[in-house]
């Protein structure tokens, strides 16, 4: 099943880059989303699955 999602998700077909031009904001959400034929709910979707798999957390201001 991961060989298959990684085979089919626009988010492993762009590759690792994809992440730091975003969080970098050298590329806006929405325009990788409109890029990749993502929605709205897909990409945040993609991206929280990429950073547990990845073991990535974001700190929070409290």
């Known amino acids: ?9 626009p988010l ?3 590759g690792d880059d ?3 031009q975003w ?3 050298n590329i806006t959400g929405r325009d990788f989303m409109r ?8 990409f945040y979707r993609r991206v929280r699955e990429y ?3 990845h073991g990535i ?3 929070t201001s409290a």
């Open 51 to 53: 950073e547990i798999r």
């Open 23 to 25: 969080k970098s904001k």
């Open 12 to 14: 492993a077909r762009a």
């Open 1 to 9: 099943m991961e060989l298959l999602y990684l085979i089919s998700s």
């Open 35 to 42: 890029r990749m034929g993502l929605s709205a709910n897909t």
């Open 57 to 59: 957390t974001e700190q």
């Open 18 to 20: 994809w992440r730091l």
